[in-house]
């Protein structure tokens, strides 16, 4: 039942490194999504995914990349980390069909100072 | 555009007391589908419900019941008989069917303490 996992839970950097925060989901699910969510605040889009070598852009896309190359798997990569990134990153992802369809499941998160 | 708001930030109760919580949408399409999920102090988002724009019934489950108004364009939320345990963040979200990928627009959340 693991359902979507993401590493790690918690990471601190220092400004300017980089880093890939992983996401892997067991449901066989064509949708993945990365959102960040500030503190007091909802969950803002980063990227999203509708299948493997399907990536497009959310509301908030700069200063991240991601790749989709499996079905399973959906990194999310920052490059030159800022202090502005320093958040509560969600991973997600839904079925494009079914009974399921359009709800998201959430991993537990990953939380990321950038000191 | 499509926008979800939730005007309160933070409900504070007494256990057993009802409590309503409040989202209003807006979108341009006629066809969407409407969430709630719940982020305990754990920190995980927990689907609760989904209701698309053409079922206009109430909806309950247990303690729990969802009033959707399309004239008012609201999704409300009201939790009977409050118990400890739900204290919680809650989001309201919003899938607008134009949209690819089923992205969901979120609310800012309500911050619900229960107290004992």
């Known amino acids: 039942n693991a359902g979507v996992t993401q590493t790690p839970k918690f990471r601190i950097l220092k400004i300017g490194q980089s880093m890939t925060l992983q996401c892997t989901q067991d449901?066989?699910?064509?949708?993945m999504y990365w959102y960040r969510q500030d503190p007091g605040m909802g969950l803002k889009l980063i990227y999203y995914s509708v299948g493997a070598g399907i990536t497009d852009k959310g509301e908030v896309p700069n200063g991240y990349n991601v790749s989709r190359s499996t079905t399973e798997d959906f990194p999310l990569r920052l490059e030159l980390a800022a202090p502005s990134q320093t958040s509560v990153y969600f991973c997600?992802?839904?079925?494009?069909?079914?009974?399921?369809?359009?709800?998201?499941?959430f991993g537990a998160g990953t939380r990321l100072s950038v000191l | 555009a499509q926008k979800v708001t939730q005007a309160q930030t933070e409900i504070s109760v007494v256990e057993k007391e009802d409590v309503t919580l409040d989202c209003v949408y807006e979108?341009?399409?006629?066809?969407?589908?409407l969430f709630w999920y719940k982020q305990p102090p754990s920190g995980e988002l927990v689907f609760l419900i989904r209701r698309n724009s053409f079922d206009e019934q109430n909806e309950i489950s247990g303690r729990y019941s969802w009033n959707f108004q399309k004239s008012t364009s609201s999704f409300n939320f009201t939790i009977t008989a409050s118990q400890v345990v739900d204290s919680a963040v809650y989001f309201c979200a919003l899938r607008q069917m134009e949209t690819s990928g089923s992205r969901l627009t979120f609310g800012e959340g309500t911050q619900l303490t229960v107290n004992p």
């Open positions: 997600a992802s839904n079925p494009r069909g079914g009974l399921a369809k359009n709800i998201q499941y």
């Open positions: 449901m066989n699910h064509n949708y």
């Open positions: 979108t341009r399409d006629t066809t969407y589908y």
